[in-house]
């Protein structure tokens, strides 16, 4: 495989259900990014790790916990979330440090909280 | 500080070009754009920094103005294939080597035969 790849592609969960997002990079990078994109609203950045530290947590509720096992993975754990949490959380990967650089967004996990 | 992009939705006929802007009330270092066609993931265009080193598409050319704080994305002899929401993004640290972006609302663009 190559690139980024997000599971699942679509999620539906009660408010009181626990799940987990899961991205996995083949780029070999060092940072990777989890990122929300509601109807209407510009991407925002939610977290992002270099070298498996988490270096920004823009704001985000406790609701959402994001764990860096090691620098290809990165997952997003779910609880106790609103249907406002309903978008696209799409994870991203770049090569930080070097440069200049693009990221490289995976196709995203489609979540709607009912 | 988020970005401002305009116009908010364009669309054209095939072989016309669009312009695509993107501003900030903030000083830029650098600009990232994007392209993403629906139900699939945002693609990288190019990337502007400050001092006139670009870095992206064959096909797509833009502009950084600095002192206005602006950047424009060019599309000449639009394809179909040119048909997404292209979002710019800003770099809070300056230095273009991250993933790291403040993006803007996006620009809708729609190309039709």
């Known amino acids: 495989e190559t690139g980024v790849t997000q599971t699942p592609r679509h999620l539906v969960m009660g408010m009181t259900n626990k799940k987990s997002l899961k991205c996995e990079q083949h780029l070999g990078h060092n940072a990777m990014y989890w990122y929300k994109q509601s109807a209407k609203k510009p991407l925002e950045l939610m977290f992002v790790y270099n070298f498996k530290e988490q270096t920004e947590n823009n704001s985000v509720p406790s609701r959402f916990s994001p764990e860096c096992p090691n620098s290809s993975h990165l997952f997003l754990h779910l609880h106790t979330l609103q249907p406002e949490d309903s978008a696209l959380y799409l994870c991203?990967?770049?090569?930080?440090?070097?440069?200049?650089?693009?990221?490289?967004f995976g196709q995203g996990t489609r979540l709607t909280v009912v | 500080q988020q970005p401002v992009q305009s116009p908010q939705a364009v669309i054209l006929r095939e072989g016309e070009d669009a312009v695509i802007n993107c501003s900030s009330s903030?000083?830029?270092?650098?600009v990232h754009w994007y392209r993403q066609k629906h139900g699939e993931a945002p693609i990288f265009l190019m990337i502007l920094l400050k001092g006139g080193e670009q870095k992206g598409h064959d096909k797509i050319s833009a502009s950084f103005n600095e002192k206005k704080q602006q950047s424009s994305l060019y599309l000449t002899a639009s394809q179909l294939s040119y048909s997404g929401t292209y979002f710019c993004g800003t770099d809070p640290y300056g230095s273009g080597n991250t993933g790291k972006l403040i993006f803007g609302q996006g620009t809708t663009l729609q190309v039709k035969p």
């Open positions: 903030k000083a830029l270092y650098s």
């Open positions: 991203a990967s770049s090569q930080e440090g070097t440069g200049y650089t693009e990221a490289f």
